[in-house]
């Protein structure tokens, strides 16, 4: 038996054994096809392809190292902090942010380009953490793709006819789509983890809101899936009335945002 073909079959088997998974977040047991270590091998795989098929990374390394920074914050007081998480900027022009596997973060030019302050980058990245803890992304991949993901995580670059490759895989990730209730559980723990790392919780309300503003003059991927912007906002405020209302103190960081990331694009763009 060939190399390739005993990590087929093996992956094969491990998915059939493996077959559900408990949420850290939720507590429930969900339909799940990967065992949960390779989650990291998926998103590393898939990751590269994921920024080619966007623009490519922002090219200012004091910019990336900035969003990375407040990434970190979130990941750090997470259910999963000891997870290798990378935070990556990319080029594209739409406004959205995705999580892949094993803790592989995006969000895109026109997503920062929208935002004002630290804390509502801090809200979008802590809803793309809640997806990576939760799993949400490998529960979508054995919803979706199912089993076809690792044939082509086994297929080399020279993949026969009929074999998915990276870049078809990629396209078919782009394209998933979480529940609605996965979506709900990624605002409200989202929200938490981000006053949990020092963060205005109001910052997600106030993106929610330009997300909405900026839904009336085009499509937003970012909302295809997600709850009424409306219902967001309520049982977000909810939240913060019921857990944060004495809280202060908690950062905004308008100015270091604008220094850090809305300067760099402006003068990213006119290089």
Partial sequence: MSGKLGFVVLSLIICLCVGCAINPITGEEEFMLFPEHQDISIGRKYAPEVEKQ???????E??????DSVGQKIARVSHKPDLEYHFIALEHE???ALA???GYIFVTRG??????????????LAHEVT?????????AMSREIGISILLSAAASQDAPQGVLTAADVTRQILGLHYSRKDEQDADLTGLDYMVMAGYDPHGMIETIQMLQNEQKVRPIEFFSTHPNPENR???????????YSDRAGLKIGA????????????????D
């Fill in 54 to 60: 966007m623009g490519g990374k922002i090219a200012n």
């Fill in 62 to 67: 004091n910019m990336q190292r900035y969003i």
């Fill in 94 to 96: 739409s406004i959205n």
């Fill in 100 to 102: 892949l596997p094993g």
């Fill in 111 to 124: 997503m920062l380009e929208k935002l004002k302050t630290e804390t509502q980058l801090a809200g979008i």
């Fill in 131 to 139: 997806h990576v803890v939760a799993r949400d992304g490998s529960v």
């Fill in 233 to 243: 906002m309520a049982y977000l405020t909810r939240r913060i009335q019921a857990r």
């Fill in 255 to 270: 100015e270091n945002y604008r220094r850090s990331v809305l300067e760099h694009l402006v003068n990213n763009k006119a």
